[in-house]
Nanobody, 116 residues
């Protein structure tokens, strides 16, 4: 399975921006779907955004218009640009990759904290 490493989390004030990266251990060119989940304390893991190998993307209702997912096959990296952050965006953000066989790989997670 592909190994994934997230980076870019941190603490930001409400209204600020952060960019997350998810670096893969191998080529992501043919990985059908990659995306981001997040988990806030005491809540279930929530799908934030996903992107296919041909660039089609999905963004959850709570982040639509504020977050943007992208992937760069040349760098084997997926990104999540987060703008207009709100305290409710606080949580651990995990990237994932679904292989053609259906196996899912996860990153270790990166903390995003938004202060009011």
């Amino acid at each position: 399975q592909v190994q994934l490493v997230e980076s870019g989390g941190g603490l930001v004030q409400s209204g600020g921006s952060l960019g997350l990266s998810c670096a893969a251990s191998e080529s992501i060119f043919s990985i059908p779907v990659m995306g981001w989940f997040r988990q806030a304390p005491g809540k279930q893991r929530e799908l934030v955004a996903a992107i296919t190998s041909d660039g089609r993307s999905y963004h959850g209702d709570s982040v639509q218009g504020r977050f943007s997912i992208s992937r760069d096959s040349a760098k084997n990296t997926m990104y999540l640009q987060m703008n207009s952050l709100k305290p409710e965006d606080t949580g651990v953000y995990y990237c994932y990759a679904d292989s053609r066989s259906g196996a899912r790989s996860w990153g270790q997670g990166t903390q995003v904290s938004v202060s009011s």
